[in-house]
């Protein structure tokens, strides 16, 4: 069965090249014979993927041990739905799951109507498949999903072809998974996050082709509008839930690290939120040509950088780089892709030249720019950081790590100074608005938001960054309830709609306006759950025998019994039974618990969690002594955290109302089609 | 059994890849004017302007000789991009145009009464088909054409 795989993806790669040649030189040659030939190809790479994963997931489910991912990632024991799930818990796993997600992207793009893109989808089937060659290489030559163990001259080695003299060892039973991911949401973290990642190659190839066809009018910004908005959604998610398993798994009552793995997912992420505005200005204004190019290529050759990050190790030491086998392709790669877009786009310049100059400093324009530098400059930040220990290894010979520190002071600024453009602009005007107009329009809104930040002042938060964060994300969301608000009721005044339907009726004729001001108003419940929870969190540690309580912030904990080595999946699981208690009454019975997972050798601690909208009180086990007669607990309190998943919560929400088809837009676009073909007869 | 399933796939995509280049094209693949697409796309972007600089003004975001300005710049670049339209396609595209539009707006929920109007107003303005639209050099009022830099008489940049 293995064999049907490996085929394949050789196949695969023979298709890719194939295909990248045939689009390029049939829309240069103008044979159209060619380009039909290259858009089935890209449909049969899709079709040979499919069957790779196919197999590979079978193999999975069927404890095939033959095949060295299933023996590596799995074991017997293992639940069924980890078991499918560690596809993308090692290194070859995941290349090929990226380049199936690719090629599934790519066969919907060029299934779709081409009329409108006749010129450039050659040119964007010839930048997908170049990036396919890579990866179908990758899973050929570097890193085959259908390598074996072989053992030769009493070693084993792993490897898709047997080396001289060795014999085939299949292992009785496998290593079994990390117990760190065995969690439903580190299940779904991968997907989500490839989902992402994957999604922007497409505006990125529309990109290249408008480049390369010279066709740069915002024709193909249009085309590939629900193509970022909907990958940058799947992003936010990914981001989310690996927070969230954070939060969950790894017990120490947080869920950001700014691990060099979470920045790898951030920075596409901050670009891919600059590039999603950026593209505003070019469509309606014709301005900042330059700038969406430049953010598209950045966004996408950090999605590389992202994805070479988490799966080379780079990070921990420059030196398990050379030991890991994609690194030094993985790298050539991204500076390859990187320089030959940069020089693609710089041989065009001069017709990205912008329509019209920024004609007032208070205008959505010049907030967008704004935007757009202060959304580079985190993610540049944030890059810096990351491989400063990269660099200051190999350049001084002494690493250095950079930890949150550096970040959160980094960051916070960076973020406040967005937080007050995202407050500001649902009130401002394209071309400009008088200064006295926009004072007036803001008044109620930045008062409102003051009252409610003296509020917040008595309620005891009296250190200045927390409390200029909450007015800033108050103001915010006021701000922007306002505008809808005041949208609804002129609505409301020219159709006589009850004001229900007229806010729905507004958000429908404008979702990607309406809309986005709904995603704004969850990333500001956001950033309130993380300036809560970071700022703010407390923790107490206590030995407590069967019986004794400890206190936190009003709470009263009582250990009050202990469940021990309870098998489960792979593991042996530790349980206590925790009583909470508020005011002499009982509000919750948690079960923090431990696991030992003999595969692994690992201890895995899980917490236990009540959760109210106004804090999260979060209880591990420690460690025991005694044989369980002394547990001892380490309790933290999370002030404000549930917001943080109820604002992302909000923003995936938001983020489908502002993505869904408009039937107004579709009825345009038919109109198009039909102007086409009136012209054409 | 594996090789011979493996085979069949490899014949399968081959032939797959292989067939359009024995057989004749479909229609997608030919040329259609370029300058069409840029023309739409400004026209498209020139009534979500005035859209919603109607809406910004009701809001009280805009002053009124603002609003009176702006409004005024963006009806005419709508009207100027439809002429050009028009001009492309001949005198039957833009009838075939307005009638597929009537048609579809009577299929669909009727257009919020702003839509009907930016139409009206555009309409007369595209009125004066035959005759150039009154467009002066702000500079020495020389008449100019539609899409002109610079003004042929003063050399001011239009």
């Known amino acids: 069965m293995a064999t049907i795989g490996t085929v394949s993806i050789f196949l695969a790669l023979v298709v890719a090249v194939y295909t990248t040649l045939a689009a390029a030189i049939g829309a240069r040659r103008r044979i159209p014979e060619l380009i039909s030939s290259a858009r089935n190809g890209i449909l049969a790479y899709a079709v040979l993927m499919t069957i790779a994963i196919g197999v590979i997931v079978f193999a999975l489910y069927a404890h095939d041990f033959s095949i060295a991912l299933v023996a590596n990632s799995t074991s017997r024991e293992l639940q069924t739905i980890y078991t499918i799930t560690a596809l993308w818990s090692n290194q070859a796993g995941s290349l090929l799951f990226w380049s199936w997600i690719l090629s599934l992207y790519s066969a919907v793009i060029v299934l779709r109507k081409w009329e409108r893109d006749r010129d450039l989808m050659p040119y964007v089937i010839a930048t997908l498949m170049a990036i396919q060659t890579f990866f179908a290489f990758m899973l050929s030559f570097v890193s085959s999903p259908f390598a074996h163990w072989w053992v030769v001259k009493g070693q084993t080695v792993m490897s898709l072809f047997p080396p001289a003299g060795a014999r085939l060892f299949v292992p009785s039973d496998g290593q079994g998974l990390n117990p760190l991911l065995q969690h439903p949401a580190m299940a779904m973290h991968p997907p989500m996050l490839y989902l992402g990642y994957v999604g922007f190659t497409i505006p990125f190839a529309f990109a290249m082709a408008a480049l390369m066809t010279g066709r740069l009018d915002p024709a193909w910004l249009r085309t590939t509008r629900r193509w970022t908005i909907v990958p940058w959604m799947f992003l936010s998610i990914g981001l989310m839930l690996g927070g969230r398993w954070a939060y969950d798994v790894l017990g120490w009552g947080g869920y950001w690290g700014w691990d060099p793995v979470e920045n790898a997912a951030f920075m596409p992420w901050l670009a891919g939120t600059a590039f999603l505005h950026s593209v505003m200005v070019q469509e309606r204004k014709g301005m900042l040509k330059v700038w969406n190019m430049g953010l598209i290529i950045i966004t996408f050759s950090l999605v590389l950088f992202g994805t070479f990050l988490t799966r080379s190790g780079v990070i921990t030491s420059v030196h398990s780089f050379t030991e890991s086998d994609i690194g030094i392709w993985f790298l050539t790669f991204i500076a390859g892709v990187t320089l030959a877009a940069t020089m693609l786009l710089f041989t065009r310049i001069k017709e990205l030249k912008s329509e019209r100059d920024i004609d007032a400093l208070l205008s959505r324009e010049a907030f967008f720019l704004l935007n757009n530098l202060l959304f580079v400059g985190a993610a540049f930040a944030v890059l810096w950081g990351t491989i400063y220990p990269l660099f200051s290894e190999l350049v001084l010979g002494n690493k250095l790590t950079v930890g949150p520190p550096y970040f959160n002071q980094v960051a916070a600024p960076i973020f406040g100074t967005i937080l007050l453009v995202m407050a500001i602009i649902p009130l401002i005007g394209w071309g400009g608005a008088t200064g006295a107009k926009l004072l007036r329009k803001l008044a109620l809104p930045f008062a409102i938001s003051v009252v409610l930040g003296a509020v917040v002042f008595t309620l005891g938060v009296r250190d200045l960054v927390p409390l200029t964060a909450y007015f800033l994300a108050l103001f915010v969301i006021i701000s922007t309830a306002s505008e809808l608000i005041q949208g609804t009721w002129a609505r409301a005044k020219n159709t006589h709609e009850s004001f229900p339907t007229a806010m729905r009726g507004l958000i429908e004729r404008n979702r990607r306006r309406y809309g986005g001001y709904l995603i704004h108003i969850g990333v500001a419940m956001a950033a309130i759950g993380i300036v809560g929870s970071q700022v703010y969190a407390t923790d107490t540690t206590r030995a407590l025998k069967q019986g004794e309580s400890m206190e936190i912030r009003g709470y009263t904990l009582t250990y009050e019994s202990l469940s021990p080595d309870f098998p489960s999946g792979e593991g042996q699981i530790t349980s206590a039974a925790v009583g909470v208690f508020q005011n002499g009454k009982r509000v919750a019975t948690l079960s923090p618990s431990r696991g030992f997972y003999p595969n692994s050798g690992e201890t895995a601690t899980t917490p236990a969690i009540y959760s109210t909208a106004q804090q999260d009180l979060y209880v591990i086990i420690a460690g025991w002594e005694d044989n369980f007669a002394t547990v001892t607990f380490r309790a933290y309190v999370n002030p404000l955290v549930f917001w943080l998943w109820f604002g992302g919560f909000f923003m995936v929400v938001s983020t489908l109302i502002a993505a869904w088809p408009d039937t107004r837009e579709e009825a345009r676009v038919r109109v198009e089609g039909l102007a086409k073909e009136a012209v054409r007869a | ?158």
């Open chain 2, 1 to 158: 059994m594996e090789f011979v399933l493996a085979a069949i796939i490899v014949i399968g995509i081959i032939a797959f890849i292989a067939y359009p280049l024995f057989t004749t094209p479909r229609a997608e693949t030919a040329e259609t004017p370029d300058a069409l697409d840029g023309l739409v796309a400004q026209r498209d972007a020139a009534y979500d302007a005035i859209r919603d600089l109607d809406f910004d003004f009701q809001l009280g975001k805009l002053s009124q000789s603002d609003y009176a300005a702006l409004r005024e710049k963006y009806k005419t670049r709508a009207a100027l991009a439809l002429q050009q339209i028009d001009a492309l396609g001949g005198n039957g595209a833009g009838k075939q145009i307005e009638k597929q539009v009537a048609q579809l707006r009577a299929a669909k929920h009727a257009a919020p009464p702003a839509d009907d109007e930016i139409e009206r107003e555009i309409a007369h303005l595209r009125a004066g088909k035959g005759a150039a639209l009154d467009l002066r050099c702000r500079n020495c009022g020389a008449p100019h054409r539609a899409g002109d830099a610079f003004c042929a008489k003063c050399g001011n940049k239009l």
